[in-house]
């Protein structure tokens, strides 16, 4: 749990500094006259930023299920009746 835990704040951290140089390049490109090409790397980053987020809370999640799925229920076939096809 703490494993988890640790990496889930360093995906935020990481996603939130990134959406943070994403968001001042933006407004930089947009205020500033001779730097217009900074808008579309703005927007780039922080949509990247949002991705990287979803992806390690999508890994986080995916491993909690990982280790709750093993504890389960056990399957049984069900005998079919004499002559009927089994499906």
């Known amino acids: 749990m703490r494993s988890r835990e640790k990496f889930l704040n360093a ?3 990481v996603g939130l500094t990134v959406l943070t140089i994403g968001v001042l390049g933006f407004i930089v490109g947009m205020l500033v006259n001779g730097y217009n ?3 579309p790397i703005g927007i780039g980053t922080s949509v990247g930023a949002v991705f990287i987020f979803l992806i390690g809370v999508f890994l986080v999640v995916t491993d909690e299920m990982l280790e709750k799925s093993y ?3 056990k399957v ?3 005998k079919s009746k004499k002559g009927a096809p089994i499906q």
Request: net charge neutral; glycine share 8%; proline share 8%.
């Open 37 to 39: 090409v900074l808008v």
């Open 71 to 73: 504890i389960g229920t």
């Open 76 to 78: 049984v076939p069900i």
């Open 11 to 13: 995906v935020t951290y």
